[in-house]
């Protein structure tokens, strides 16, 4: 059994990459509408159907610890914490290990100093020519970011000290 990698950018406009099938799917939402207002909300049974389906035999997920930054809104910071803890829930439940990676450690292993999304599409066709296809929009930058975490964990294997390894409080009734 090929051993597999997996990268999650768990943002609304995210993705999920498994490495080396090479496979990359959007963040699977929906759209909900109470009058006029409209909000894009996460798919969980989704998100954890695409996880099963290749978190088979050896695999490790890199998940990108998402964090608030200064003028973002509420609304954007709370989505973006709503994701993360979805998709550590559903790694959790299906007995995937993960490491958490702040997006400045990945984005510096795998971009150097430019880390604008644009710059994240170019270097993801860089390196998976075979995808360029799905990295053609402008709007599918959260492919291009899953697929440079996933390469990311590849390439390091989550070292580098502030990878942000989750550690449990307790093991077998001793605190830690």
Not at 60 to 81: D, I, K, N, W
Request: charged share 20%; glycine share 14%.
């Amino acid at each position: 059994m090929t051993y597999r990698t997996i990268g999650i950018d768990p943002g609304l406009s995210g993705a999920v990459a498994i490495l080396p099938a090479g496979v990359v799917s959007d963040t699977p939402t929906a759209v909900t509408a109470n009058g006029k207002t409209r909000r894009h909300v996460y798919l969980p049974g989704e998100m954890a159907r695409i996880v099963r389906e290749y978190a088979t035999g050896d695999c490790h997920a890199y998940l990108e610890a998402v964090h608030s930054m200064p003028g973002q809104g509420v609304r954007s910071m709370f989505s973006m914490g709503h994701g993360l803890g979805l998709w550590e829930g559903i790694l959790a439940a299906l007995g995937v290990p993960y490491t958490l990676v702040t997006p400045q450690r990945w984005k510096r292993e795998m971009m150097g100093s430019v880390t604008d999304k644009d710059a994240a599409r170019v270097r993801a066709v860089q390196l998976f020519p075979h995808l360029a296809g799905e990295l053609a929009r402008v709007k599918d930058h959260g492919r291009a970011e899953a697929l440079l975490i996933a390469e990311y964990g590849l390439r390091t294997g989550g070292s580098g000290g502030n990878g942000l390894q989750p550690r449990p409080l307790f093991m077998r009734g001793t605190a830690l």
